[in-house]
Antibody, heavy 120, light 107 residues
Framework: QLQLQESGPGLVKPSETLSLTCTVS??????????WGWIRQPPGKGLEWIGN???????YYNPSLKSRVTISVDTSKNQFSLNLSAVTAADTAVYYC????????????WGQGTLVTVSS | DIQMTQSPSSLSAFVGDRVTITCRAS??????LNWYQQKPGKAPKLLIY???SLESGAPPRFSGSGSGTDFTLTISSLQPEDFATYYC?????????FGPGTKVDIK
């Protein structure tokens, strides 16, 4: 059974960079037809897609965050990562990693989520 | 960006009721529409993909329909474990946007 697990600091200071890693187990990240991505959910609010990566390294991002986001993949560790720079309180959210099926772009496996709070 | 709207934003229903949630896209998205269920403190769970395909393991009381701009999620007989928030999501174009959610609670 595929499992995804987010890890990283739960508290980040304003203007700093938020860094999270998603570790994939029970399957290979180097699988054709699947992308790997990040979604976030501010407390009590809806879901926002952040961006996706493919095991070959190609990426695409939500234009609203593109200037601040980097998603990378490490196939040797079966992991992918999110960096979000210049964070503000508006970036406080539960961050989920997920697997995305090919061209249909649906999220079929999710991590449990990790709360990241931006505060000094 | 493609905007997704859902109606109603919340509803109350009895166990055993038939429930229908509507999702509308601001432009045509063919059948690139997916539905998720989220319970408090948990990650969303995929129920329906490509408008009407039931995800493996999802109960058959869930069904989806629609194409173009208008879509529906139907729960044929609401069960106690179905009380949750439901989100639609378009997979047609970047950015892949979600609807605002429909909260289903007990009447």
């Amino acid at each position: 059974q595929l499992q995804l697990q987010e890890s990283g600091p739960g508290l980040v200071k304003p203007s700093e960079t938020l860094s999270l890693t998603c570790t994939v187990s029970g399957g290979s990240i180097s699988t054709t037809n699947f992308y790997w991505g990040w979604i976030r959910q501010p407390p009590g609010k809806g879901l926002e897609w952040i961006g996706n990566t493919y095991y070959g390294g190609s990426t695409y991002y939500n234009p609203s965050l593109k200037s601040r986001v980097t998603i990378s993949v490490d196939t040797s560790k079966n992991q992918f990562s999110l960096n979000l720079s210049a964070v503000t309180a508006a970036d406080t959210a539960v961050y989920y990693c997920a697997r995305i099926f090919g061209d249909s772009h649906y999220f079929d496996y999710w991590g449990q989520g990790t709360l990241v709070t931006v505060s000094s | 960006d493609i905007q997704m709207t859902q109606s109603p934003s919340s509803l109350s229903a009895f166990v055993g009721d038939r429930v229908t949630i509507t999702c509308r896209a601001s432009q045509k998205i063919s059948r690139y529409l997916n539905w998720y269920q989220q319970k408090p403190g948990k990650a969303p769970k995929l129920l329906i993909y490509a408008a009407s395909s039931l995800e493996s393991g999802a109960p058959p009381r869930f069904s989806g329909s629609g194409s173009g701009t208008d879509f529906t999620l139907t729960i044929s007989s609401l069960q106690p474990e179905d009380f949750a928030t439901y989100y639609c999501q378009q997979g047609y174009s970047n950015p892949f946007t979600f609807g605002p959610g429909t909260k289903v609670d007990i009447k």
